[in-house]
């Protein structure tokens, strides 16, 4: 395995980053992170669109503000990691990324 690690797009039950070790962007595995990085982003467009009608509601309550929020949220920690992950996949930004 000569390639560099690829920041995976899901965690360990204990909430630390996975890597992902591998001389092909064609192996079963990276199909596989490649496929929950496509459904990640969808989901995240789908809550940004419901995020959006929430707060254009002025009669929303708490309780859907702070769902819309919350979602809006995990989809966030979802797309930054993509984001260092690619990043790290072409050569930008850090090396280590401790905070994942």
């Not at 996975?18 to 490649?34: G, I, K, N, P």
């Not at 989901?43 to 009608?53: D, K, W």
């Not at 509601?57 to 260092?84: K, M, N, P, S, W």
Request: net charge negative; with cysteine.
């Amino acid at each position: 395995m000569t390639g560099p690690l690829r920041l995976l797009p899901w965690t360990t039950p204990e909430g630390k980053p996975c890597y992902l070790s591998t001389d092909s962007e064609e192996s079963r595995l990276s199909r596989l992170a490649d496929d929950l990085e496509a459904a990640q982003l969808d989901s995240g467009e789908q809550v940004l669109t419901g995020a959006r009608a929430v707060l254009a509601d002025t009669e929303a309550g708490e309780h859907a503000v702070r769902f819309a929020l919350t979602r809006a949220v995990e989809c966030l920690g979802d797309v930054l990691r993509i984001a260092v992950s690619r990043g790290g996949r072409i050569g930008v930004g850090k090396n280590e990324v401790d905070e994942w």
